[in-house]
């Protein structure tokens, strides 16, 4: 969509911003399809240039498919515009987007992108909905703790973990941020089939 609207325009460089789809509780059988449809949102701002993506999931309502605070979505998506269309510098224009993972013994290390001044909780509590696996792929719920700019995140059940997952459900509300106050994007570290793998 992304190509086909700025061939329309005949600009190759079209700045395009959008919205991560916001946390609902949509009632099917699985509770991961919204989080990969939220990865695959992540996945056009990393390799499509000239794109911004607001994340929303710290200002929704999982009753409501279309919540109505429309001005932090219209801040978020400003700042991105701000930082990378008309060249601010002095903004933090993103929540923390997922880097890398380190694993070390037992636990694993997450690294973020646009950490800010940062990173942050928004109830001043551990961070939440973190999930980890061993090779067995059975995520568990895990326990979060911030450090510098990272996360670790440890597991008693799961004493050689492989793999992070974090918001890894259609209704999660989770409280990562950075300082700034901008959320953290769902994201997983395993390359494990996908409940959607294979619907149109």
């Known amino acids: 969509m992304i190509r086909d609207w700025r061939k329309s325009w005949g600009q190759d460089k079209l700045p395009f911003l959008f919205v991560q789809l916001a946390p609902f509780r949509y009632g099917g059988q ?55 269309t008309y060249g601010k510098t002095d903004l933090v224009f993103s929540g923390p987007l ?59 059940q799961v004493p050689e973990p492989v793999a992070v997952r974090f918001a890894w459900a259609d209704d999660a509300e989770p409280n990562l941020m950075n300082k700034e106050g901008l959320p953290a994007s769902a994201f997983r570290t395993d390359n494990f089939k996908m409940v959607t793998d294979g619907q149109l």
């Open 98 to 156: 997922l880097k890398s993972q380190c694993v070390e013994e037992g636990q694993i290390r997450v690294s973020f992108r646009h950490v800010g001044s940062g990173l942050a909780t928004r109830d001043n509590q551990p961070p939440s909905h973190f999930e980890i696996c061993g090779d067995d792929e059975n995520y568990v719920p895990a326990v979060a703790k911030i450090e510098g700019e990272t996360i670790v995140v440890t597991s008693d």
């Open 30 to 84: 699985d509770k991961r399809s919204c989080a990969e449809l939220w990865e695959a949102q992540l996945r056009t701002l990393r390799r499509v240039e000239d794109t911004g993506m607001a994340v929303t999931n710290d200002i929704g309502d999982t009753r409501d498919i279309h919540p109505r605070n429309k001005q932090d979505v219209g801040y978020r998506l400003a700042l991105w515009a701000l930082a990378n």
